[in-house]
């Protein structure tokens, strides 16, 4: 089975303060690919990254970072020095293997206040 | 990145009536294309897996019958809403897959790319 879990339905953080979101994942599977989605008022989603299973670096992306942690099923994204324009809310998913479908966690609604 | 595009962006109809939203892949060749439902303040929800020349793969609790969806060809896929009511009402999210083959990107990942959504309200 495929799960996706982010415990964090809201956050709240002032202008310029780091947030990190958290994602656990379950799955059976030894080859899968975990993602990280932006979805803004609008609603269109905006990718983020993919991280294959065989890759545990993490990766920095301007004030976006990505921290992969095989032995505890998390990918949890940071953000830096936030912004106004962060605010979205923010999906976790997992594809169990190259044909699969994608898994998506509830998504956690990040506010960033001025 | 690859485009995919939707259409209309939003509908209000009446209760009663269908409605067609279609979902085309603009700059690549799509075998495989999903269809989503997303509630107010919730997640995307698979309803059905669409393949280009077969019928779809509907999720479990979604009623083929009344969520129509055709993909009859390989940028082309279509969601038609039955005799919608309101509680058919919700932002519908497309994504078509990559062929492996296309070059794009890594070969052995088959790529997702996402529509911008379809708000469809029923009144």
């Known amino acids: 089975a495929q799960k996706v879990t982010q415990a964090q339905t809201e956050i709240s953080v002032v202008e310029k303060e780091d947030v990190t979101l958290d994602c656990v994942y379950e799955?059976?599977?030894?080859?899968?690919?975990l993602f990280w989605y932006k979805q803004p008022p609008s609603g269109e989603l905006v990718f983020l990254i993919r991280?294959?299973?065989?890759?545990?670096q993490n990766e920095i992306s301007g004030r976006y970072s990505w921290n992969f942690q095989k032995s505890t099923s998390s990918f949890n994204f940071t953000i830096t020095a936030s912004q106004v324009v962060d605010s979205a809310v923010y999906f976790c998913a997992l594809r169990g293997s190259t044909l699969g479908r994608l898994y998506f966690g509830r998504g956690t609604q990040l506010t960033v206040w001025p | 990145g690859a485009v995919v595009s939707q259409h209309p962006s939003w509908v209000i109809c009446k209760s009663g009536t269908s409605v067609k939203i279609e979902c085309r892949s603009l700059d690549f060749q799509a075998t495989t294309m999903f269809w989503y439902r997303q509630f107010p303040k919730q997640s995307l929800m698979l309803m059905a897996t669409s393949n280009e020349g077969s019928k779809a793969t509907y999720e479990q609790g979604v009623e083929k019958d009344k969520f129509l969806i055709n993909h009859a060809s390989l940028t082309l896929s279509t969601l038609t809403v039955t005799s919608a009511h309101p509680e058919d009402s919700s932002f519908y999210i497309c994504?078509?897959?990559?062929?492996?083959?296309?070059?794009?990107?890594?070969?052995?990942?088959?790529?997702?790319?996402f529509g911008p959504g379809t708000r469809l309200t029923v009144l």
């Open positions: 799955t059976r599977d030894t080859t899968y690919y």
């Open positions: 994504s078509a897959r990559d062929s492996p083959t296309s070059g794009r990107g890594d070969s052995s990942y088959n790529e997702q790319f």
């Open positions: 991280r294959n299973s065989f890759d545990e």
